[in-house]
């Protein structure tokens, strides 16, 4: 089945405590993405990657960081998180034009 | 500018009605594609329909259809014979074919909760 797995689904941290959360998917894309989600503006890129080794700043890409070190992996790193990042966080890979997958999202608190 | 303009937060309907939620998109690239996604209360995102922009139908997808009016800029969602499930908030988004500094990104709006009553 054709999936993208996110890793934890629900988070509760602390400000400044380094977190990550993991995405993977089993399909075999070159495309994958971070997106955020805020009531009253949708989602927002974070950051992209195009293949392996290959990333990019999204819209919104201050306080993330990322790695694309296998195909199927596009983890998403917070150094030190803020309240400001409390959000719902979701992982999207397609294959070249093709529909975007989304994973089942992360929400993340930041006390 | 906003990309994709949505204007309406909620909407509230009959069940068994139709409806239809508006989405406004604007692009200078000839080539692009406009997609609806529904994300219920549990939070995953749910792809219904793809339009592109040289398709000369509209897209349909059992009770989903999307009213594709080019030269408006318009791709409006219609969903017939409204049902108890379909209570959800639901983005438009758009991509655009000409590669931006690399990302041909989704572009979202900013969502309509659909609300539908018994």
């Known amino acids: 089945e054709a999936q993208v797995t996110q890793n934890p689904r629900y988070l509760i941290t602390v400000t400044g405590k380094k977190l990550t959360v993991t995405c993977s998917q089993n399909m075999n894309h070159e495309y994958m993405s971070w997106y955020r989600q805020d009531p009253g503006l949708g989602l927002r890129q974070i950051y992209y990657s195009m293949n392996v080794e290959v990333t990019d700043k999204g819209d919104v890409p201050e306080g993330y960081k990322v790695s694309r070190k296998e195909k199927r992996n596009f983890p998403l790193i917070l150094e030190s998180p803020s309240p400001n990042q409390t959000s719902l966080y979701f992982c999207?890979?397609?294959?070249?034009?093709?529909?975007?997958?989304f994973g089942a999202g992360t929400r993340l608190s930041v006390l | 500018a906003q990309k994709i303009t949505q204007t309406q937060p909620g909407m509230f309907v009959q069940e068994k009605e139709a409806v239809t939620l508006d989405c406004t998109y604007d692009t200078s690239d000839p080539s692009y594609g406009l997609f609806w996604y529904k994300q219920p209360s549990s939070g995953e995102m749910i792809f219904l329909i793809y339009q592109g922009s040289y398709d000369q139908q509209n897209a349909t997808e059992g009770r989903y259809s999307l009213n594709f009016q080019k030269a408006r800029k318009s791709a409006n969602l219609v969903i017939s014979a409204s049902q108890l499930g379909d209570s959800a908030m639901y983005f438009c988004?758009?991509?655009?074919?000409?590669?931006?500094?690399?990302?041909?990104?989704?572009?979202f709006g900013q969502g309509t909760r659909l609300t539908i009553n018994p």
């Open positions: 999207a890979s397609r294959q070249g034009q093709g529909q975007q997958y």
């Open positions: 988004a758009m991509r655009e074919g000409r590669v931006i500094q690399g990302a041909q990104k989704l572009v």
